[in-house]
């Protein structure tokens, strides 16, 4: 399974879990409905903003994570 795939089956998961149509998750983010279905069946192209929407809604938090991030973390702590 492939990332977007992955963040699609966690959305529907969602989605289903809150009692939503892919609709009124739509209408809730501020987004159009073929937007949720598209991320929910894994298309490639995904606006950012469109998808921190929905994210938000269901209450999902998208966290970065690499190899550098606590690295990153202490730096940006310094004065």
């Given at each position: 399974m492939?990332?977007?795939?992955h963040i699609g089956s966690i959305i529907r998961f969602h989605r289903r879990k809150a009692g939503l149509?892919?609709?009124q998750l739509a209408t809730l983010a501020g987004?159009?409905?073929?937007?949720?279905?598209?991320?929910?069946?894994?298309k490639n192209t995904i606006r950012l903003n469109t998808l921190t929407a929905i994210l938000s809604v269901l209450?999902?938090?998208?966290e970065p994570?690499?190899?550098l991030m606590e690295q990153w973390n202490m730096e940006k702590q310094l004065p």
């Open positions: 492939n990332k977007i795939n149509t892919q609709k987004v159009g409905k073929s937007a949720v279905f598209d991320i929910e069946k894994g209450n999902i938090r998208l994570e690499s190899p």
